[in-house]
């Protein structure tokens, strides 16, 4: 059986409020699939869900053929990693530290290694001996992509990764996902920038009113790119 992330039927829940219905889709080891959509339509909560961190969930979630459930670090342990939307680095410490702190061996052949982050993201070799609190806004988000990839987890979820950030950190971005997928990890990407999802994904699921609205292979968006981006513009 191939390596892959299965969401079957999964309805998510914030206390009593219902935010996810029925969201089904597939993950393969070594691809990149990405959730697009407007604001509040369930993007972010499909990935918080994957960690276990919404009040309550129906349905499965398969990792490599194993239900993943549980509190988050037992799903880390399984072999799924997120990026929030927030930045959350440990900012007492250096660069160095950060990096050396989310470090984790799986398979020896496989794993990112620092130096492999430090060659993705050169300004974090500029910047081992620095405190992470003192960097920008973008050197954070590489450093969080950073540590994700150290962790070398099987899937790795990324939560808007660009926002906010200048064109040189979103090429920085693009770079990590592919060595991600170079290294054989699944990635669910969610992103605002078209550009980027389509310059990285392979596989498109547009998600409305908590669910999964419309698919897309990347062979019919290369055919019709406007059916895609139509369905993200506000009407």
Do not use: W
């Not at 999964?10 to 409020?17: C, H, M, Q």
Request: charged share 25%; glycine share 10%.
């Amino acid at each position: 059986m191939s390596a892959s992330l299965v969401f079957e039927n999964v309805d998510a829940y914030y206390g009593t409020s219902q935010i996810l219905h029925g969201v089904s889709f597939e993950v393969l080891g070594g691809t990149v699939t990405c959730l697009l959509g407007l604001n509040g339509m369930g993007k972010t909560t499909t990935l918080r869900t994957a960690m276990g961190l919404v009040d309550r969930q129906e349905g499965r979630i398969i990792l490599d053929g194993k239900e993943l459930k549980g509190a988050t670090y037992v799903r880390s342990k399984m072999g799924i990693t997120l990026v929030p939307e927030d930045r959350k680095v440990f900012a007492g410490l250096t660069v160095l530290e950060n990096l050396e702190v989310a470090r984790c061996k799986r398979d020896q052949a496989k794993d990112f290694t620092i130096d492999d982050a430090i060659a993705i993201f050169p300004r974090l070799g500029e910047r081992l001996k620095q405190k992470a609190g003192t960097m920008s806004g973008g050197e954070q988000q590489m450093l969080v992509v950073a540590r994700a990839m150290l962790a070398n987890p099987g899937y790795m979820m990324l939560d808007e990764p660009t926002e906010g950030l200048a064109p040189e950190y979103v090429d920085a971005i693009k770079i990590s996902i592919d060595a991600a997928r170079s290294k054989g990890i699944g990635v669910i990407l969610v992103e605002q920038s078209l550009p980027l999802a389509l310059a990285v994904g392979d596989s498109f699921n547009v998600m409305q009113n908590g669910q999964i609205y419309k698919r897309f292979t990347r062979d019919e968006v290369i055919r019709d790119p406007t059916s895609l981006a139509n369905l993200l513009v506000i009407e």
